[in-house]
């Protein structure tokens, strides 16, 4: 487990780059045409894909540090011995939406890859690299949702509100 998280830490780290620099991207892009200039449309289409990859590369780091938003109303109401058992199915059926999700990428971008087809924007992008997140993030997900499932830790603290 500690490759996986080590990956899914230098996913997140290099989603947060991506952030800045599309965020730099989209400041120079405003200073050129404030001067006058025309800028760079390329921006503007890294930008719309580097969204995906931020997502996606953020996801699996996310899961394992429980910073994705859920709702603990239902686990807080249930008895206490209820609790651990009703996260483990919820990451259960996380898993279970992942596993498919992943086939189903993986279909898509294979699909992508044999074709060759292409996002036509201002840049042509293979869509194989824009559609290849998704699996390995996906799975990446479903192997951190099974912490919860087969690990001491359960998903949910069993208490309603913020826990920050």
């Known amino acids: 487990m500690k490759i996986i998280d080590r990956l899914c830490e230098f996913l997140a780290v290099l989603a947060g780059i991506y952030l800045v620099v599309i965020m730099l991207g989209i400041v ?8 006058g200039f025309s800028g760079s449309s390329h921006i503007f289409t890294f930008a719309e894909f580097g969204l995906l990859y931020i997502v996606m590369a953020a996801s699996p780091w996310l899961v394992k540090e ?26 259960a059926i996380c ?52 912490r919860f499932v087969f690990g001491r830790e359960t998903l949910h603290s069993g208490e309603a509100g913020v826990h920050e």
């Open 28 to 35: 120079f892009n405003a200073l050129a045409r404030t001067f």
């Open 66 to 91: 429980k910073g994705h938003v859920f709702i603990e109303l239902l686990t807080a109401a249930v008895p206490k011995t209820v609790q651990a058992p009703l996260s483990r199915a919820v990451s």
């Open 95 to 146: 898993i279970v939406i992942c596993v498919m999700l992943v086939w189903y990428t993986w279909g898509a971008t294979a699909k992508a890859y044999q074709y060759g087809d292409a996002e036509m924007r201002s840049l042509d992008m293979p869509k194989f690299l824009l559609l290849g997140a998704m699996p390995i993030c996906f799975a990446l997900m479903a192997v951190q949702f099974g």
